[in-house]
Nanobody, 115 residues
């Protein structure tokens, strides 16, 4: 059974930086796409960024130029470097691992940005 675990959330001020990490374990195969999503209070979960095994990345418009996704495929890990954080980035951030069309989710890590 695949398990996905996020870490690195916290509370910080406007303009700060934070790096989230996620590890996917439990499968002898590596994950295909790895991605980050977030859910702000009272809102639906939304896409943040994704990265393919070949390093192709995609970002939501709201985070382009501020967030960077990267992965270590050997370790089945994905990272999200978040810079210039804003209060509207406050959310629970979830990691998603795609194993040949089956998606696995972590329980999330909370990021709170104060103004």
């Amino acid at each position: 059974q695949v398990q996905v675990v996020e870490s690195g959330g916290g509370t910080l001020q406007l303009g700060g930086s934070l790096r989230l990490s996620c590890v996917a374990s439990g499968s002898r195969y590596g994950a295909l796409a790895l991605g980050w999503y977030r859910q702000a209070p009272g809102k639906q979960r939304e896409f943040v960024a994704t990265i393919t095994p070949f390093g192709r990345t995609d970002y939501a418009d709201s985070v382009k130029g501020r967030f960077t996704i990267s992965r270590d495929s050997a370790k089945n890990m994905v990272y999200l470097q978040m810079n210039s954080l804003k209060p509207e980035d406050t959310a629970v951030y979830y990691c998603n691992a795609d194993y040949a069309g089956t998606n696995y989710w972590g329980k999330g890590t909370l990021v709170t940005v104060s103004s």
